[in-house]
């Protein structure tokens, strides 16, 4: 088993930037796949960025392509996403996910789930 708990959300203006983390344990992630998910009240969840278990390759949708950071550190077992730019459609519950690693990133397919950390963008 996973546990994975996310850290780093609040509430910040339109433009401003937060970092998330998301500490893994329970069980080595250094060869799993981990991500980030997002889910805005009422609406579904949804991809934010993924990166592979050596932190050299990461997928991000158009939405926040150019504006985010998925990065990771084996040795803390820890994944983080810097979010820049940051603009009032960006606020949801941030969800951190893992999965066994694999040759490709995927955008579904997670096993593991955090518990979820609260960010708000005011205008």
């Known amino acids: 088993q996973v546990q994975l708990v996310e850290s780093g959300g609040g509430l910040v203006q339109a433009g401003g930037s937060l970092r998330l983390s998301c500490a893994a344990s329970g069980r080595t992630v250094s060869s799993y796949t981990m991500a980030w998910f997002r889910q805005p009240l009422g609406k579904e969840r949804e991809f934010v960025a993924a990166?592979?278990?050596?932190?050299?390759?990461?997928d991000y949708p158009d939405s926040v392509k150019g504006r985010f950071t998925i990065s990771r550190d084996n040795a803390k077992a820890t994944v983080f996403l810097q979010m820049n730019s940051l603009k009032p459609e960006d606020t949801a519950v941030y969800y951190c996910a893992v999965r066994p690693g694999a040759t490709v990133l995927y955008r579904t397919g997670y096993g593991y789930w955090g518990q979820g950390t609260q960010v708000t963008v005011s205008p």
């Open positions: 990166i592979n278990y050596r932190g050299g390759l990461a």
